[in-house]
């Protein structure tokens, strides 16, 4: 009995789960947590990256990685927000706020700010089956009404790259004459935003 039923969920398996996606990507993680890549539409080249963390099931997003053509302000901010965000600097900017998770797949209920003009738009993220592809979708009113951005998973080695002010698992550094010889204790470790 038990063999047979170990041969039909294998015969099972490849209905179930995404053509071309190993065995161990199944069980994929499907939230939108982690460090993320967005491409410009007409030249393929990066244009931003973005950490979403998830705290007690809301999910936020901050551009922690910015892609400056020659002439661009690095020091830019957000000087069309209209809310508390206004003249933040964009590098640290909190874009994506108050998302929760909907289906296994999908997050919704928030809303994504575009620092350009400073609107704010409902938005939804869903995940790929693969956990690498972060569909980004802001819209108004309904959500037939909006466009959709393709973001891109990036490796846990990608960290490394950004400001350490930003960065969740840059390491914590102590200072010189904090702690005597006599009386060392231990310095809590970072945690991984990805993995909460």
Not at 20 to 33: E, F, N, Q, W
Not at 53 to 68: H, P, Q
Request: overall charge positive; proline content about 8%.
């Amino acid at each position: 009995m038990r063999g047979k039923l170990v041969t039909a969920l294998a015969a099972l398996l490849p209905l179930v789960a995404p053509l071309g996606l190993p065995v161990s990507a199944i069980g994929a993680d499907l939230t939108p947590a982690g460090l993320w890549q967005a491409v410009d539409d007409d030249t393929k080249q990066p244009s931003g990256w973005f950490l979403i963390t998830n705290r007690d099931g809301v999910y936020t997003g901050i551009i922690a990685k910015m892609f400056l053509k020659p002439g661009e302000n690095p020091n830019v901010v957000c000087d069309q927000c209209k809310d508390d965000r206004y003249n933040h600097p964009w590098l640290g900017l909190e874009i994506i706020r108050g998302m929760r998770q909907e289906e296994a797949d999908k997050y919704g209920g928030g809303t994504i700010l575009d620092p350009r003009d400073g609107k704010v738009y409902h938005a939804i993220l869903k995940v790929s089956p693969d956990g690498q592809t972060l569909i980004v979708r802001g819209y108004l009113g309904i959500e037939l009404l909006g466009k959709n951005q393709y973001w891109s998973r990036l490796p846990d080695s990608a960290y490394s790259m950004l400001d350490p002010s930003i960065n969740p698992n840059a390491a914590v550094k102590r200072a010189p004459a904090a702690a005597s010889s006599a009386h060392k204790s231990e310095l809590p470790r970072p945690q991984n935003a990805v993995r909460q």
